[in-house]
């Protein structure tokens, strides 16, 4: 194991929030690293709970857990996966490195799952969104995609297109102007929704992974995120470059708006 469960979630924090271009000190990293989960008072031992991630596996040769008092900001610092600038603080290539081969073990024995995604972690939305971020250019494909997560994929320079349904379309069009106006290079467009099925992270690369829930639905359902293999993704990003190509443009439509002319959403 490159490493530890704690370890790894807490370069996903770091990454989740560098990823939405938030500023974290070396003073938020260690508190959340010392405690991430919710501190719960338990009423039956009269005391607090919730310290489970924090109490490693790791123990001694009379079988007693231990914790290490070195600090996540010092620990990453020794190994440079994190820099500090200005007060804040960024992966280096080395750290994003290490969290990408730590998100690869995930699916162990052999297992072609990358993330499983469990609605009662607070962290899945979060886990989700740096897979996403992680893949590099890419086309995202959800079917049921709503303006929150939208925004989101906006503020990710990776993901420049997005492929949903035409369900949410005038939910989405009240938010669109925001994401345009500081991403000019980001482009949604939709389809009927009856010739989407499936949601998908289609790299400019080739390759494609396959998200097991929407993105709205996170929270709500259990699922997996799982890569195919070549010639899968060869076929998924052949098909889906055609009906990108047939879409309708939300860009378009918003401008349609704006002069007054009426929407007009794809049928078939």
């Given amino acids: ?69 070195e600090t996540f900001g010092h620990f990453f610092e020794r190994l440079h996966w994190i820099e500090v600038k200005e007060e804040t603080v960024h992966l280096t290539s080395l750290g994003k490195a290490m969290l990408e081969a730590a998100d690869s073990a995930n699916g162990e024995g052999g297992s072609a799952i990358e993330v499983l ?43 420049r297109r997005v492929l949903t349904g035409n369900r949410n379309i005038s939910k989405l069009l009240g938010r669109f102007g925001i994401i345009m106006r500081a991403r000019p290079d980001f482009e949604i467009r939709y389809v009927d929704q009856k010739s989407l099925h499936d949601r998908y992270v289609i790299s400019n690369a080739g390759s494609v992974t396959v998200l097991g829930s929407s993105l709205n639905s996170i929270a709500h359902r259990q699922g997996v995120i799982t890569p195919l293999d070549k010639m899968g993704s060869k076929f998924i990003s052949d098909a889906y470059e055609e009906l990108w190509r047939h879409a309708c443009s939300l860009r378009e439509e918003s401008r349609s708006t704006k002069t007054n002319s009426p929407a007009t959403h794809l049928t078939g």
């Fill in 117 to 159: 995604i469990d609605p009662s972690n607070q962290f899945a939305y979060a886990q989700v969104m740096n897979r996403i971020a992680q893949v590099g250019e890419a086309l995202v494909v959800d079917p049921y995609l709503n303006a929150e997560a939208a925004i989101d994929l906006g503020q990710m320079e990776s993901v």
């Fill in 1 to 69: 194991m490159l490493i530890d469960d704690l370890s790894h979630l807490v370069l996903a924090y770091i990454a989740a929030i560098e990823n939405r271009r938030g500023q974290l000190s070396v003073e938020a990293l260690n508190a959340y690293g010392q405690q991430p989960e919710r501190i719960v008072y338990n009423e039956m031992y009269g005391g607090e709970t919730g310290r489970g991630l924090l109490v490693t596996a790791q123990t001694s040769v009379n079988d007693e857990p231990w914790i290490s008092d």
